[in-house]
């Protein structure tokens, strides 16, 4: 089964993590609006980022024009504080003065759950949300800062290298999430289990403190990251509301502007639990697969996805046949993962179950394509030689010449080693060869019947005691090779020939007799 976070969610929190490397692909990422696109795509483009653009962007319902028309009552309050001999005043006297400008023009009630958007809207904001009008406006007046983060607050701090004021944008005794018991213990349990937790401090330190330690940080973050927050606060607020798909599409944004382990964390349990309750028959279940195999890293073990193809596999394909649907599938997750051993695991299930199938229905050419790829992944897999050898067998039945029957043996035999060592296959190959080189002394062809007659006897030096032999083939065979050689007035070979076959079948009759004949 999948792991499935388990989280409950209280009051909302403002939290950053370390950072990561990405789990999230930009082609994923699903947009609210052209607005937010356009913004998104622009990260990549320019160096300048307009971050009051991000911020806002969060929102669905904001238009270039929602944009523009508040940028503009921004910079107009920030240009007449500007004017006002802003530039003369001490640093602690501008801090008081923007601090007393922008709650006056903007910032009317706290609310814990909003986004940027609802500032210019309604007057309402949180921690996020007001640390980044903050942070513009220090910026636009040229004043250094820094965006710190503990773990219950997010601060900012003007003139970090000087004077180093606190700017406090919100109550800090109020509205933050808070994490209960089972989610603190899962996250330290899981760093651990990836060595990001020592020992010793494991055994040290309380659950609580190690959480702190490693969930949040105390680092400074960047606007951009602030915008991450904000994308990871709504998907906080949708899955309150259980809205699973809507927070899968924010925290994979959040991520992509902020990747950090935290975030990664909550990502990977969202996806798991979207991918656990979507039909499979759905046409996005191998977008989710394919999301939550890149979390090898977050507790995702490869059997774990393998069983969850199996899920997929027993209902798409055993119960439904959907095998339209079930082949597109699995091609879509090859291609889009780079993991080589889970390539290999899901790649054996396809094959192997899809061949168990086509060789039901009776399909044994298809059933063999299958089947042959499942052997050379797992050539060992002893279910996969006993359907391989039954639908050989089945596949032998389709042809009446015997020629084919011995080619398609003596491929697959050199495709997969194995086969070799299979008392089966190898006991209908010495069948063969000798109904074969019986067939072409009969019809005077002497170099063919050599070549199949030294194919026999070759098999014959190395044959297991369990591979029987049909004494009345060989002897009818040996025979039939005794009068052509007799008819040719080889005397000498027709004797060899007659000895030799009395070595496989010591008692047949018609050797027997020909021996007698021959007084010798």
Known sequence: MLKILPFTLLNLICVVGNAQDSLVVSNDIVFHSPFEEEIFRSLTENADQDHFALLLAGDQEVTKEFYQEKYKLYDAIIGNLENNKFAKKGSEKKIKQLYKTLHTSFLRKYEMKNTFSSIFRIGQYNCVSATGLYAIALSDLGIDYTIRE?????????YPKTERILVETTDPTGGYYAF??????????????RKLISEQEFTTQSVNSLFDKYYFTDEDITLTQLAGLQYYNDALYSMEEEKYEYARQQLEKAHLLYPSERIAYLLQGVIALCLAELPTNNSQYSDYFIRLSRFRDYDIEIEDLVQEFRRFTYEQLTQAYHISHYDTTFHNIIRNIND???????SHVYYQERGRIEYNKGNYSKALELLTEACRLYPENVDNQAVLVSAIAQKLNTFSNNTKRIKLLEDYTDQLPFLSENNLIQGQLLQLYLIQFAQAYESG??????????????KMLNRADDIPVNTDLVGRAYSLAAVYYFRKGNERETKRLINQGL????????LLQRKRMLSY
């Open 150 to 158: 503990t773990p219950t607050h997010v601060y900012l701090i003007a």
């Open 340 to 346: 080589t051993s889970l390539i290999r695991e899901i």
């Open 180 to 193: 209960d018991n089972n989610f603190k213990n899962e996250f330290v349990t899981q760093m651990r289990k």
């Open 445 to 458: 062809k002497r170099n063919e019947a050599e070549e199949f007659r030294q194919q026999f006897e070759s």
């Open 503 to 510: 070595e496989y079948a010591p008692n047949h009759h018609e």
